[in-house]
């Protein structure tokens, strides 16, 4: 009988819940395994923060956002002998195998663990951002464009009513993907992202074409954290940094770009940053249905002694990917995961219905 443990890393998004679940029903119930769960991610194999998790731990925890394991942005890179740690505790509570679950800082640090620490190790792709290579779409994904698609037609008839420029800024750090699909779903007029540089000029040329050239009175941008202008002077704010991984912590450029619309254009102008309620509450069913997949393909692999690969969802499939294909190495010869931007196809079709 294998004993196998799971956590959940990085920023959490709707769906970890359903996914948990998930691991733990095809476990016991599939293969007759134990589970342990790790609290607060890969803090938790660290200090040796862990707990059982029985059918009854995860009864009714499909539908609930958030993660019951708790999360954090632990890299164990900047911890003293923090790999040793790892697989020392991995390995003291007779763990068989780990899936873990994140995003791509997770991603890689699994990759790590599993490339040059020899350890049993299956990944589960989630993030709003849908980043991540090797799978089409992540946890999380689907519920952050629904709830950024939703705030997008609440912002029209507030928009409507006062003839104003309404900016709404959607996370993405390094990929547009919420912002050009909520966009694309929400009927925005303009959609910039940090795939595609943009021209405050042009920004504005196109804003003042619908309203002189096609009369109408407002307008609808949306804005992805991560975008920036072609000569940098527009952008979000990165005084903060995210010091376990080396991220800036962005928010604020729907700030600065309003302030500029407003004064280039004449056009009064608002901004909303959306922030962390794209990563709250309930996951849709897509989100529920996904989860549950990959949780399932995970226990399915660990069964199998199929170690370091990453399960993901290609054309409607469930499929796995070995992590030295999503991962690679950075600066310090750490493994992180590959960033998948956004594929500027979605883009070019969004970008007929600007202006
Ligand atoms: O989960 C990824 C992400 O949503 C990014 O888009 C965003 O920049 C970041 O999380 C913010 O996370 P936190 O505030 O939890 O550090």
Not at 7 to 27: F, M, Q, S
């Amino acid at each position: 009988m294998k004993k196998i443990g799971v956590l959940t890393g990085g920023g959490d998004c709707p769906g970890l819940n359903a996914a948990i679940r998930a691991v733990v029903r095809r476990a016991i119930d599939g293969y007759g395994f134990d589970v342990v769960g790790f609290k607060r991610g890969w803090s938790g194999p660290i200090d040796g923060l862990v707990e059982p998790l029985t059918k009854l731990a995860v009864s009714g925890i499909l539908p609930k956002g958030g993660t019951i394991l708790g999360t954090s942005r632990t890299n164990p890179a900047k911890i003293e002998d923090g790999y040793l740690k790892i697989r020392d505790n991995l390995k003291k509570f007779g763990l068989d195998a780990l899936i873990a679950i994140g995003g791509n800082d997770t991603l890689g640090v699994a990759a790590n663990m599993f490339i040059k620490y020899d350890f049993p190790i299956v990944c589960v792709p989630k993030t709003i951002d849908n980043d991540v290579v090797g799978t089409d779409y992540t946890i999380g994904f689907d519920t952050a464009v629904k709830i950024a698609t939703e705030a997008i037609d609440n912002l029209h008839t507030t928009a409507e009513s006062h003839d104003r420029v309404m900016v709404i800024e959607v996370m993405g750090r390094h990929a547009g993907w919420i912002a050009a699909l909520s966009g694309m779903a929400g009927g925005a007029d303009l959609i910039l992202v940090p795939e595609k540089p943009f021209d405050i000029e042009e920004v504005c040329a196109i804003l003042k074409k619908r309203h002189e050239r096609r009369g109408k009175t407002f307008s609808i941008v949306v804005v992805a954290e991560g975008a920036v202008s072609k000569d940098n002077s527009i952008k979000g704010t990165s005084d903060k940094m995210d010091v376990a991984f080396d991220h800036p912590i962005l928010g604020g450029i729907s700030v600065a770009l309003s302030k500029e619309i407003e004064k280039r254009t004449g056009y009064e102008t608002r901004y909303v940053i959306l922030g962390h309620i794209q990563r709250g509450g309930a996951p849709t069913p897509t989100d529920r249905i996904l989860a549950t997949r990959l949780g399932l393909k995970a226990v399915d692999l660990v069964a199998n002694n199929e170690f370091g690969k990453m399960v993901g969802t290609v054309g409607g499939n469930i499929v796995s990917v070995d992590v030295r294909d999503i991962a690679e190495l950075d600066k310090h010869g750490n493994y992180i995961g590959k960033t998948k931007t956004l594929d500027m196809n979605f883009y070019k079709e969004s970008e007929v219905f600007f202006g």
